[in-house]
């Protein structure tokens, strides 16, 4: 069974392509659990509702214009859209894009980072509709 290593990601939020400057990518896909358990049942009964996605980005921090802080600094307190994909090629079956539709992001740390470290910023984009595209 074929294996992947992350080391071409594609990561694209609102539009703009950021893959060069991220290290870390995380997708969490998740419906809201909402108990049915009706009475006579022996057991919790479940039924799936809102989806509840969250994505973490990291990336490495780039003032100059059309790089991540121009990007990310007016998307704070907004929704957007991400696209995500395991490799840079094109999508199919074995590569599939992941978009999440108004994904909100609440806060971002323009400045991070200690004496003689990389400038990193760490996004959490929260809530949405993910879709999953094949081709």
Do not use: W
Not at 27 to 55: M, P, R
């Amino acid at each position: 069974m074929p294996k992947i290593v992350l080391t071409d990601a594609s990561i694209t939020i609102n539009a703009v392509a950021l893959s060069d400057h991220a290290n870390s990518v995380t997708l969490t896909y998740e419906k809201d659990q909402i108990e049915v358990t009706a009475f006579g049942s022996t057991g919790h009964e479940y039924d799936a509702g809102l989806q509840n996605n969250s994505c973490e980005i990291s990336l490495m921090q780039d003032f100059a214009a059309s790089s991540v802080e121009a990007t990310i600094y007016p998307l704070v307190g907004t929704r957007t859209t991400v696209v995500l994909k395991p490799t840079s090629g094109a999508v199919s079956a074995t590569n599939p894009s992941y978009t999440i539709t108004n994904a909100y992001l609440a806060s971002h740390t323009p400045i991070m980072g200690g004496v003689g470290e990389l400038a990193m910023t760490t996004l959490t984009f929260t809530g949405g509709t993910l879709a999953k595209a094949t081709a």
